[in-house]
């Protein structure tokens, strides 16, 4: 089985070509691949194909709203197995593997996911890095809730991007007081506010047009970047700073993005990286289940 390795800004995935739609996205065999000890290692698994051949195999019940049968489709999988609607890096990275493969010639296209259409423009890619901007659809607001970390409360702004997130945008937290957080053990947070879990953003106020966050990632932990969670944390912290609209620079540990929130909607533009690609090993894939 082909597979591509990259990331955006280091929020990294494992991508499977499968257009006929034949491989068997079981949750032990994707926790195995994106399994960094035993596995190639990886945030999460995109599998390629359109989504009206997914629908046909029966992996989606039903075309989202907005997508086409003939749409790109992008198939995402956290690392402990389970299904997300939508990933912000994952579609950057997506767009650039189709344009680096081959398989599309187009620069504006739409990927689909879960949560919809996703039109991405492609502004510059070669076999390994390339520039996305995707246009991120409706921030909708869930009202106020809060997240625990070592005893520490952060107070904070549901907001559904697709995904669910937290992000919690406080006075006190700066570069410096981020970096000391320890997001190895998962938030706290309310069950009942979030009863699919939750994506939790820390965040600095807007200082200079530009934020920093970490994020702690359903069914993933910790990694060094969220897509959603940047639109949700540029969102919340426009807001914070009594704005509904603008553009921030938002800082993670695998990079920057520009986001920009607009008629209450939300665009990403960001980078892309593929460093690799190989087979992965029949026999070892069947093994898993
Ligand atoms: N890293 C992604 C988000 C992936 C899905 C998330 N863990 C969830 O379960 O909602 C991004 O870049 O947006």
Same mark, same amino acid.
């Given at each position: 089985m082909d597979f591509s390795?990259?990331?955006?800004?280091? &929020?990294?995935?494992v991508v499977l070509p499968d257009l006929d739609v034949r491989i068997d996205l079981e949750?032990?065999r994707? $926790?195995?691949? !994106?399994? /960094?000890? /035993?596995?190639?290692?990886?945030?999460?698994i995109l599998r390629v194909a359109r989504a009206g051949a997914l629908a046909d195999a029966g992996v989606l019940?039903?075309l989202?709203?907005?997508v086409a049968a003939e749409d790109w489709f992008m198939d995402y999988r956290?690392?402990?197995? $389970?299904?997300?609607?939508? !990933?912000?890096?994952?579609?950057?990275?997506f767009?650039?593997y189709l344009?680096?493969s081959g398989l599309e010639?187009?620069?504006? +296209?739409?990927?689909g996911? /879960?949560?919809?259409? #996703?039109?991405?423009?492609?502004?510059?890619?070669?076999?390994?890095?390339?520039?996305?901007?995707?246009?991120?659809?409706?921030?909708?607001?869930?009202?106020?809730?809060?997240?625990?970390?070592?005893?520490?409360?952060?107070?904070?702004?549901?907001?559904?991007?697709?995904?669910?997130?937290?992000? !919690?945008?406080?006075?006190?937290?700066?570069?410096?007081?981020?970096?000391?957080?320890?997001?190895?053990?998962?938030?706290? +947070? @309310?069950?009942? +506010?979030?009863?699919?879990?939750? &994506?939790?953003?820390?965040?600095?106020?807007?200082?200079?047009?530009?934020?920093?966050? #970490?994020?702690?990632?359903?069914?993933?932990?910790?990694? #060094? $970047?969220?897509?959603?969670?940047?639109? =949700? =944390?540029?969102?919340?912290?426009? #807001?914070? @700073?009594?704005?509904?609209?603008?553009?921030?620079?938002? /800082?993670?540990?695998?990079?920057?993005?520009?986001?920009?929130?607009?008629?209450?909607?939300?665009?990403?533009?960001?980078?892309?990286?593929?460093?690799?690609?190989?087979t992965i $090993?029949d026999?070892?894939w069947q093994?898993?289940?």
């Open positions: 390795k990259g990331h955006g800004t280091q &929020n990294d995935f949750p032990a994707v $926790s195995a691949v !994106c399994d /960094r000890q /035993r596995g190639l290692g990886a945030d999460g019940g039903a989202p709203d907005g956290n690392s402990d197995g $389970s299904i997300a609607e939508m !990933c912000g890096n994952g579609v950057r990275v767009a650039h344009k680096a010639s187009k620069d504006e +296209f739409v990927v996911s /879960r949560a919809g259409a #996703r039109p991405v423009v492609v502004h510059g890619s070669d076999a390994t890095h390339g520039d996305v901007t995707v246009a991120m659809g409706p921030i909708k607001d869930l009202g106020t809730s809060s997240a625990t970390i070592d005893g520490r409360v952060f107070a904070g702004v549901g907001i559904d991007v697709g995904n669910p997130h937290l992000a !919690c945008v406080d006075e006190h937290v700066t570069a410096e007081v981020l970096s000391a957080l320890d997001l190895s053990v998962s938030p706290g +947070f @309310d069950p009942g +506010f979030f009863p699919h879990g939750v &994506n939790i953003e820390i965040v600095t106020p807007i200082h200079d047009g530009g934020v920093h966050m #970490r994020v702690h990632e359903r069914g993933v932990g910790e990694t #060094r $970047s969220c897509g959603t969670g940047t639109v =949700a =944390a540029a969102a919340a912290a426009l #807001r914070y @700073d009594g704005r509904d609209e603008g553009s921030v620079l938002v /800082r993670v540990l695998g990079g920057e993005v520009q986001v920009t929130v607009e008629g209450g909607k939300g665009s990403l533009r960001g980078p892309s990286v593929l460093v690799a690609n190989g $090993s026999a070892w093994s898993l289940v």
